[in-house]
């Protein structure tokens, strides 16, 4: 059983950064790929981007690519998303997820352990 929990979330103004953390305890790390979504207001939980086992490949939703980045470091079991030039539309409860799936990674169903979420408030 794997355990995660998310950090980071705040308020911010729109074109700042946010960086989100989410430890991994419980089992090996490197068995899953790592994935973020999100959930806003009204809305479906919805794919944002997810980290292969190495870390080797990375792969973002279209709506944040090119201003989001997902990393992952093996020795501290923790996997992160950079957020910059946020915008208000990214405002969401942000969850991390891991997955023992061989592929699918943008489906939520492929995710076997998900963390509690951060909110994460953007303003105009």
């Known amino acids: 059983q794997v355990q995660l929990v998310e950090f980071g979330g705040g308020l911010v103004q729109a074109g700042e950064s946010l960086r989100l953390s989410c430890a991994a305890s419980g089992g090996t790390f490197s068995r899953y790929v790592m994935g973020w979504f999100r959930q806003a207001p009204g809305k479906e939980r919805e794919f944002v981007a997810f980290i292969t086992w190495s870390g080797d490949i990375a792969y973002y939703s279209d709506s944040v690519k090119g201003r989001f980045t997902i990393t992952r470091d093996t020795a501290r079991n923790t996997v992160y998303l950079q957020m910059n030039s946020l915008k208000p539309e990214d405002t969401a409860v942000y969850y991390c997820?891991?997955?023992?799936?061989?592929?699918?990674?943008?489906?939520?169903?492929?995710?076997?352990?998900w963390g509690q979420g951060t909110q994460v408030t953007v303003s105009s």
């Open positions: 997820a891991a997955s023992v799936a061989i592929s699918g990674f943008t489906r939520r169903d492929k995710y076997d352990y």
